[in-house]
């Protein structure tokens, strides 16, 4: 999104500055009129992403209750890093699984221009409670044809380097082989983050599809829709 934004500012200041060329040397009356038009049009570029990222929070706020879950984005940066920490502070959302909430932390989200961080987390939100239920597993996008794509993706976000724990019962439901863990006395394991997470597959599939990196069966999703259905 924030690649996209960019290149649409440099084409408004390439065209307003071949404008400018065109004139020949400019007056300050001229240089001004630039200016204004230029500042006028980032104006409406901000406009454009406010008005999509309500739309999208808006669209995720509207389904979240047909899974029971709830969309709360009136939290500031202080009240989410005080709640939830540092690290939930710093991300643009997050799914808060003792409260069936989905946060959105606003600051962070528009300066990273992810405008689709509401419906982002909401498909979270919905896909860990199908994985908790055993309705889908990531074998069942996982293709060699499309994978790698998802695999880049991982690296890049540094999946890999990344911890987290699972119960005895998630490990058993995520595939886990459970004789090779070692539980701690709460019941807790520490694992590789996906395999903790596996519903992170789909959305980094379903965010690489949005971005035109890959394409995949309809009777796919058909299937996988049915899984999803509150």
């Known amino acids: 999104a924030k690649a996209k934004l960019e290149s649409i500012q440099a084409r408004i ?7 400018a ?17 230029k500042a006028e049009a980032r104006e ?13 929070l808006s669209f995720a706020k509207k389904h979240a209750g047909l899974y029971n879950l709830e969309l709360d984005d009136s939290l500031s940066f202080q009240e989410i890093q005080d ?8 991300s643009a959302g997050f799914v808060d699984e003792k409260s ?23 498909l979270h ?13 990531k074998t069942l996008v996982k293709d060699d044809t499309n994978w790698s794509k998802v695999e880049k993706r991982i690296d890049d976000g540094g999946y890999r380097d ?4 699972v119960t005895k019962e998630q490990a058993k439901l995520y595939g886990l082989d459970v004789s090779k863990l070692k539980f ?3 019941g807790e394991a520490k694992v590789d983050y996906l395999d903790a997470n596996p519903d992170e597959y789909i959305t980094l599939l379903s965010d690489a599809i949005a971005n035109n990196e890959i394409k995949m069966d309809q009777t796919l999703f058909q299937e996988i829709g049915e899984f999803l259905k509150p």
């Open 44 to 56: 409406a570029l901000a406009f454009s992403v406010e008005e999509n990222f309500q739309a999208k």
């Open 21 to 37: 060329a065109k004139v020949g040397r400019p007056s300050k009356e001229t240089v001004a009129g630039i200016e204004t038009r």
């Open 13 to 19: 200041d390439a065209i307003l500055d071949k404008y």
């Open 125 to 137: 939100g919905i896909l860990r409670k199908a994985m908790k239920e055993g309705k889908i597993t």
């Open 162 to 165: 990344l911890k987290s724990t």
């Open 83 to 90: 709640q939830f920490g540092e690290e939930a502070a710093q």
């Open 100 to 122: 069936n909430r989905i946060i959105i932390t606003k600051a962070v989200a528009k300066l990273t221009n992810n405008v689709n961080v509401g419906n982002h987390e909401l």
């Open 184 to 186: 701690n006395k709460k």
